[in-house]
């Protein structure tokens, strides 16, 4: 059991399927993901982690089944679709920053914009974000003067400033240089401790072993197997998370 697994669910996928053209990306997924739970969704490439989790803030339609957030079926269009997407935070693998703007207006931007905060309020804000992801002193910087993992911290202060419910991670370490991968982690890790709903779609292991209530191992479309990071790594029970494993942890 997760750590708070009688906490009401805050996202339920039901027999969700999802095609590209002739490829079948998603087959019959079944998740359910509780308030405060961070479940790390890991597996070879192309075995359809990435479709399933932008499937959860609707940036990917489905051909079947049903998704429901926070009770309700996620929206398809207008204004509920808007609120959907204003209570998922979405960290991506290119971080997707605004280039003509500051760091800070970067973080400010959808607080003021969609929020309705005023500029006053949301910068109080964003500043308080941005020192709390290591960053404050870069406020009034450009994205392009900042590393890359500098710029993923930006990414998760401006999901942050969103006030959401749920953040969405799509492999945000893989366009990092190796030094600076940890940085990031131990942004989402300080975030997992306050209990922040998280999906996080990553290679990273040590992430997965450290921050994660649960383990969902992809392939071929489908879930094939999840449990609790310890039971995966040291007692996997399919072939096909035995023989991934082998192939990742002898290195």
Known sequence: MTKN????????????NKHFGGLHVLRDINLTISRGEVVVVIGPSGG????????INRLETIDGGTITFDGRPIASEGRALARLRSEVGMVFQSFNLFAHKTILENVT??????????????????????????????????????????????????ALAMDPKMILFDEPTSALDPEMVQEVLDV?????????????VTHEMG??????????????????????PDEFFTAPRTDRARDFLSKILTH
């Open 207 to 228: 992430f997965a072993r450290r921050a994660a209530d649960r383990v969902v191992f992809m392939a071929d479309g489908r879930i094939i197997e999840e449990n609790t």
């Open 109 to 158: 931007l959808g607080p003021v914009k969609v929020r309705g905060l005023s500029k006053p309020a949301a910068a109080r804000r964003g500043m308080e974000l941005l020192e709390r992801v290591g960053i404050g002193t870069q406020a009034s910087k450009y994205p392009a003067q900042l590393s890359g993992g500098q710029q993923q911290r930006v990414a998760i202060a401006r």
């Open 5 to 16: 697994g009688d906490a009401a669910p805050l996202v339920v996928l039901t027999d969700v």
């Open 188 to 200: 989402m890790v300080g975030l997992a401790g306050e209990g922040m709903t998280m999906m996080v």
């Open 48 to 55: 359809g982690k990435s479709t399933l989790c932008r499937t």
